[in-house]
């Protein structure tokens, strides 16, 4: 009987923990994770330039986001990111399980929340190629799946796997890579590049404005992960959280923008540079005042 219990026993914790070890050693990606079930949809047909000619190199896990894997191209210049569609999917017992009429219904508005989110995504993904192609680095967005591209994708995840993926078939999205705003700012503060330090500061500056002029908002607008720099402009990196706003149009809510969104950026100016944190409060005046 203690055997049978300790059997018991060592089952479960197997089926508790090796999902966990897996996720944590493959970050959760899996081919079936990036394919699409969802039927055409002309709402998320996109207007894209040509696709670009970078899939002579492989692409190397990176990291993984809220929405997407990332990888990282052979020669460190794009990343290629692929939607994580299991995570608008049911788990297949919840999915398929016949389940009584309260059950049911509960199922129901779970995934109308799913698709509801998917519906809020791909639209903020659609806007940005469309309208920010230049403020976000943007060079492609497939959201629906289609049979014109005749490509494959050579990815390597991250337990040095090769894959090769069929771009028609998923969604994805491919950006130029930018590195990241503060350690940016940071290694032109250690090479005393004060000059270039400032223009960047004024672009990310320019480019809240930029985005809020178009009547554009940014729901997850946070210097510290989602602004990079790509040859010391600013760009916006996660393009997942963005709606048309008209009132971003108005020079008072551009205002409050700016200085919400620079709040951060100016502590950590202060910290390490008290000439830049100065710069930054000048320039801010500048622009409210334009």
Same mark, same amino acid.
């Given at each position: 009987?203690?055997?049978?219990?300790?059997?018991?026993?060592?089952?479960?914790?197997?089926?508790?923990?090796?999902?966990?070890?897996?996720?944590?050693?493959?970050?959760? %990606?899996?081919?079936?994770?990036?394919? +699409?079930?969802?039927?055409?949809? +002309?709402?998320?047909?996109?207007?894209?330039?040509?696709?670009?000619?970078?899939?002579?190199?492989? %692409?190397?896990?990176?990291?993984?986001?809220?929405?997407?894997?990332?990888?990282?191209?052979?020669?460190?210049?794009?990343?290629?990111?692929?939607?994580?569609?299991?995570?608008?999917?049911?788990?297949?017992?919840?999915?398929?399980?016949?389940?009584?009429?309260?059950?049911?219904?509960?199922?129901?508005?779970? =995934?109308? =929340?799913?698709?509801?989110?998917?519906?809020?995504?791909?639209?903020?993904?659609?806007?940005?190629?469309?309208?920010?192609?230049?403020?976000?680095?943007?060079?492609?967005?497939?959201?629906?799946?289609?049979?014109?591209?005749?490509?494959?994708?050579?990815?390597?995840?991250?337990?040095?796997?090769?894959?090769?993926?069929?771009?028609?078939?998923?969604?994805?999205?491919?950006?130029?890579?930018?590195?990241?705003?503060?350690?940016?700012?940071?290694?032109?503060?250690?090479?005393?590049?004060?000059?270039?330090?400032?223009?960047?500061?004024?672009?990310?500056?320019?480019?809240?404005?930029? =985005?809020?002029?178009?009547?554009?908002?940014?729901? /997850?607008?946070?210097?510290?992960?989602?602004?990079?720099?790509?040859?010391?402009?600013?760009?916006?990196?996660?393009?997942?959280?963005?709606?048309?706003?008209?009132?971003?149009?108005?020079?008072?809510?551009?205002?409050?923008?700016?200085?919400?969104?620079?709040? =951060?950026? /100016?502590?950590?100016?202060?910290?390490?540079?008290?000439?830049?944190?100065?710069?930054?409060?000048?320039?801010?005046?500048?622009?409210?005042?334009?």
């Amino acid at each position: 009987m203690i055997k049978r219990i300790s059997q018991l026993l060592l089952l479960a914790l197997a089926i508790h923990y090796i999902p966990k070890f897996c996720r944590s050693k493959t970050a959760g %990606f899996t081919i079936p994770n990036i394919q +699409s079930h969802l039927a055409y949809n +002309s709402d998320w047909e996109v207007a894209n330039p040509p696709l670009p000619e970078i899939f002579n190199q492989s %692409f190397s896990y990176f990291s993984a986001g809220g929405q997407c894997y990332v990888f990282l191209s052979e020669d460190g210049n794009y990343v290629l990111k692929f939607f994580k569609h299991h995570q608008r999917r049911l788990p297949f017992l919840v999915e398929y399980l016949p389940l009584p009429a309260k059950w049911a219904a509960k199922r129901e508005k779970q =995934r109308a =929340r799913r698709l509801k989110k998917l519906q809020r995504d791909y639209r903020s993904y659609k806007l940005a190629i469309e309208q920010l192609e230049e403020e976000t680095g943007l060079l492609y967005v497939h959201l629906n799946q289609t049979t014109d591209l005749k490509k494959s994708a050579r990815i390597i995840d991250k337990l040095n796997i090769t894959h090769r993926v069929p771009l028609d078939q998923v969604g994805f999205i491919v950006q130029k890579r930018a590195s990241l705003a503060l350690p940016h700012l940071s290694e032109l503060i250690e090479a005393h590049d004060i000059p270039l330090a400032k223009s960047a500061i004024e672009s990310v500056c320019n480019l809240i404005l930029t =985005r809020c002029e178009k009547g554009i908002y940014d729901e /997850d607008a946070k210097i510290h992960r989602n602004f990079g720099f790509i040859d010391n402009r600013a760009i916006l990196i996660d393009v997942g959280r963005l709606r048309p706003d008209p009132r971003r149009t108005d020079p008072k809510i551009q205002q409050a923008d700016l200085f919400k969104i620079t709040k =951060r950026l /100016d502590d950590y100016l202060s910290s390490m540079s008290p000439e830049l944190s100065e710069h930054l409060h000048t320039y801010l005046q500048e622009r409210i005042h334009d």
